[in-house]
């Protein structure tokens, strides 16, 4: 009997590990200091690609522009990687967030499920523009239809939020300025 219990307990912890790491991806955007922190790793206008893999390893899929790897997607975590056309030094231009794929092969196809911190302010799909913009420190947030966009010539990161036509967030891209 004892023995029962054990396993069924080794069981049930093995199964809480396996939710509980699944969610432990974090990402922190500053945006007046333009850096996004994915777990411990910093990520700034100047880091290149090489560096994402190594600390993060191999994405899932890498998709090609013109001929170049543009797309570094890590499909399981809910996130890509994008860098730059004509960008000789590979810097990493863009990071996009998946919370609905939406048959858009540049994104994740698989749903971000860690946790999304906008200088101080968690985000979750459910949010709506104006809780981000009046929470966070993006200077103004314009949305035309169901694409949203902060100023790009305002200070800090930049940012697009691609939403349903209900008001939930398809995507978070969130972008260094050369």
Known sequence: MHLEKAFIACI????????????????????????????KMV??????IDEVIKAMGKPERIEKFAGKDRKYIYDSKGYAFSTAPNNPKNLVESLTITYTYDNDKNVAKEKFRGTLM?????????????????????????????????????????????????GDILQIVFGFKP
């Open 43 to 48: 990520i700034t206008k100047k880091t290149t």
């Open 118 to 166: 906008i200088d101080n302010f968690m985000v979750t799909e459910k949010n709506t523009i104006k809780e981000i913009a009046d929470k966070t420190d993006f200077e103004k947030i314009e949305c035309f239809g169901t694409m949203c966009a902060s100023d790009p010539k305002a200070k800090g990161i930049v940012t697009m939020i691609g939403m349903t036509e209900s």
């Open 12 to 39: 049930v912890m093995s199964l809480f590990t396996n939710v509980f790491a699944q969610n432990t991806e974090s990402i922190k955007v500053n945006v007046l200091k333009e850096e996004v922190v994915i777990n």
